[in-house]
């Protein structure tokens, strides 16, 4: 019996469509007849990278940065895009410094090097060796997206300006030594009113300008005011004309920050009347040429001679005016009150008979004094009889004293005499010499009572003719 088809028709009709599977072999093996190159993955990404690098060994790429990343290494990755592809690049840390623009995404750029793969990645990327901006209107966008940036930080506002000063003792330059701008400027300020100048050189184009600019700006602000090298008390920063791309270093955000933080005052002649540079936002002034700052820098010394002669002719007519006007006031003055005299007349007769009246008063006063005086003498003795009278009193009190003296110390004698004999029949020693005798004790006590004394005592006795020592028996 024929066994039933069970399969679904669309399976029984794909089985027909497709031929049998051929089985996989699970180890290669050499065809026959096969000249198909067998590569390792190392050996292929080799030959890749040879054929490119020798394809495109020297290329210039313009397109838009995307992606743009500066590595902790200095190297810098970032990627170039059109509206259709997106290529990386790689600029390696000693070429960075090199480039001519700081990169920044967004911006249309052109950039040379060649086109290299990195085989960690199975990619194509270039090296990039330099890079420019696309032509004068991606400048042109960079310089204002900069100038909206540095604005926006308040770099350029109104309230920043410092006045310069009216007549600097010293002026500060930064420029080229060697080309027309310094001399231009030397010269003006000779004609105008001579002044102390520095000079800071400095490249004002090329590779390195901004650095050196910044760096000389930030120099002369930090000398000392009183120092050996003297502190300029106004900078001009100047250079001829030239190319966008030549006033490229006045535009960097380097310079344009040391101006705007300079504290010396800053005029800025960059370029020609029509170029304006970054720099002239942030700068105190703006001088349309060098010549220019140099002008605006210091007054003309003539036309102060000039003003100050002016001010001194018409200080003296007002002053004659002034003295006029106050002698003219003045006379009328003195028709409206008349001759003083009339008035000074009487006050001076009173004077005249004040001053009589005064000079009679003291002269009698005088004489009333004087005779007072004479009345008083006349009572006085005259100083050689009060003398006198003096020396005999003292003379008659000394007489006195000494008789007075003799009879005390004569009645004091007598009475010292009847103490002392008195003091000698009184005298205990006095009866020694009729038999009697003084005990002491070791002590040198006397011995007053027989109960004082006891067996075995020490004594000494005093006679009448010396003194014996003993001990108490009994």
């Given at each position: 019996?024929?066994?039933?088809?069970?399969q679904?028709?669309?399976?029984d009709l794909?089985?027909?469509?497709?031929?049998m599977?051929?089985?996989?072999?699970?180890v290669d093996k050499p065809?026959?007849?096969s000249?198909?190159?067998e590569?390792t993955?190392s050996?292929?990404?080799?030959?890749?990278?040879?054929m490119?690098e020798?394809g495109f060994?020297?290329?210039?790429?313009?397109g838009?940065?995307g992606e743009c990343?500066l590595?902790?290494?200095g190297?810098l990755y970032?990627?170039?895009?059109?509206?259709n592809?997106?290529?990386?690049a790689?600029?390696?840390?000693g070429?960075?410094a090199?480039?001519?623009i700081?990169?920044?995404t967004?911006m249309d750029?052109?950039?040379?090097?060649k086109?290299?793969t990195y085989?960690g990645q199975s990619?194509?990327q270039?090296t990039?060796?330099s890079?420019?901006?696309?032509?004068?209107?991606?400048?042109?966008?960079?310089?204002e997206?900069?100038?909206v940036k540095?604005?926006?930080?308040?770099l350029?506002d109104?309230?920043?300006k410092?006045?310069l000063?009216?007549?600097?003792?010293v002026?500060?330059?930064?420029t080229?030594?060697?080309?027309?701008?310094i001399r231009?400027?030397?010269h003006r300020?000779?004609?105008?009113f001579p002044r102390?100048?520095?000079?800071?050189?400095?490249p004002?184009?090329?590779?390195g300008a901004a650095d050196?600019?910044a760096?000389?700006?930030r120099?002369?602000n930090a000398?000392?005011?009183?120092?050996?090298?003297?502190?300029?008390?106004v900078?001009?920063?100047?250079?001829?004309?030239g190319?966008?791309?030549?006033?490229?270093p006045f535009n960097?955000e380097?310079?344009v920050r040391?101006?705007?933080e300079?504290?010396i005052?800053?005029?800025s002649a960059?370029?020609h009347?029509?170029?304006t540079t970054l720099?002239?936002y942030?700068a105190d002034l703006?001088?349309?040429?060098?010549t220019a700052?140099?002008?605006k820098a210091v007054p003309?010394?003539?036309?102060?001679l000039g003003?100050?002669?002016?001010?001194?002719?018409r200080?003296?007519?007002?002053m004659?005016?002034i003295l006029r006007?106050?002698?003219e006031?003045?006379?009328?003055l003195?028709?409206?009150?008349?001759?003083?005299m009339?008035?000074?007349?009487?006050?001076?007769q009173?004077f005249?008979e004040?001053a009589?009246?005064?000079?009679?008063?003291?002269?009698n006063?005088?004489?009333r004094a004087?005779?007072?005086?004479?009345?008083?003498?006349?009572?006085?003795?005259?100083?050689?009889?009060?003398?006198?009278?003096?020396?005999?009193r003292?003379?008659?009190?000394?007489h006195?004293?000494?008789?007075l003296?003799?009879e005390?110390?004569?009645?004091t004698e007598?009475?010292l005499d009847r103490?002392?004999v008195m003091l000698e029949?009184?005298?205990p020693?006095?009866v020694?010499?009729?038999g009697?005798?003084l005990?002491?004790?070791?002590?040198?006590r006397v011995?007053?009572?027989?109960a004082?004394l006891?067996k075995?005592?020490?004594v000494?006795?005093e006679?009448h003719?010396g003194s014996r020592?003993?001990v108490?028996?009994?």
């Amino acid at each position: 019996m024929p066994k039933k088809n069970t399969q679904a028709p669309e399976d029984d009709l794909l089985s027909r469509a497709m031929p049998m599977a051929v089985p996989m072999p699970l180890v290669d093996k050499p065809r026959e007849g096969s000249n198909a190159p067998e590569y390792t993955v190392s050996d292929l990404s080799r030959q890749l990278k040879k054929m490119v690098e020798d394809g495109f060994g020297h290329v210039r790429v313009r397109g838009e940065i995307g992606e743009c990343k500066l590595h902790s290494s200095g190297h810098l990755y970032l990627s170039l895009k059109d509206e259709n592809a997106v290529l990386a690049a790689v600029c390696w840390r000693g070429q960075v410094a090199k480039l001519g623009i700081k990169p920044a995404t967004g911006m249309d750029v052109v950039c040379t090097g060649k086109l290299t793969t990195y085989m960690g990645q199975s990619k194509y990327q270039m090296t990039v060796e330099s890079m420019a901006l696309a032509g004068v209107g991606a400048l042109l966008k960079m310089l204002e997206e900069r100038r909206v940036k540095l604005a926006a930080e308040g770099l350029f506002d109104a309230s920043r300006k410092r006045p310069l000063p009216f007549l600097p003792t010293v002026i500060g330059v930064v420029t080229s030594p060697t080309g027309a701008v310094i001399r231009d400027i030397l010269h003006r300020l000779e004609d105008r009113f001579p002044r102390h100048v520095l000079v800071w050189p400095v490249p004002v184009q090329g590779e390195g300008a901004a650095d050196k600019i910044a760096a000389a700006i930030r120099g002369f602000n930090a000398l000392e005011v009183n120092g050996a090298v003297p502190r300029p008390d106004v900078l001009i920063v100047a250079r001829g004309g030239g190319s966008l791309e030549d006033l490229m270093p006045f535009n960097e955000e380097i310079v344009v920050r040391a101006v705007a933080e300079s504290h010396i005052p800053v005029i800025s002649a960059v370029g020609h009347e029509t170029d304006t540079t970054l720099v002239d936002y942030a700068a105190d002034l703006r001088a349309p040429t060098p010549t220019a700052a140099a002008e605006k820098a210091v007054p003309v010394r003539d036309e102060l001679l000039g003003a100050v002669a002016d001010s001194s002719l018409r200080l003296d007519e007002a002053m004659r005016r002034i003295l006029r006007d106050r002698r003219e006031k003045t006379e009328m003055l003195a028709r409206a009150l008349g001759d003083p005299m009339r008035a000074l007349a009487p006050l001076m007769q009173r004077f005249d008979e004040r001053a009589e009246r005064l000079t009679l008063a003291w002269q009698n006063n005088l004489r009333r004094a004087q005779s007072r005086v004479a009345e008083a003498g006349g009572r006085l003795r005259h100083p050689r009889d009060v003398l006198k009278m003096a020396a005999q009193r003292l003379d008659h009190l000394a007489h006195r004293m000494q008789s007075l003296g003799r009879e005390r110390l004569l009645q004091t004698e007598k009475k010292l005499d009847r103490l002392s004999v008195m003091l000698e029949a009184l005298s205990p020693r006095a009866v020694l010499g009729r038999g009697y005798g003084l005990v002491y004790d070791a002590a040198g006590r006397v011995i007053m009572r027989a109960a004082d004394l006891s067996k075995g005592s020490k004594v000494r006795i005093e006679l009448h003719d010396g003194s014996r020592s003993a001990v108490v028996d009994d």
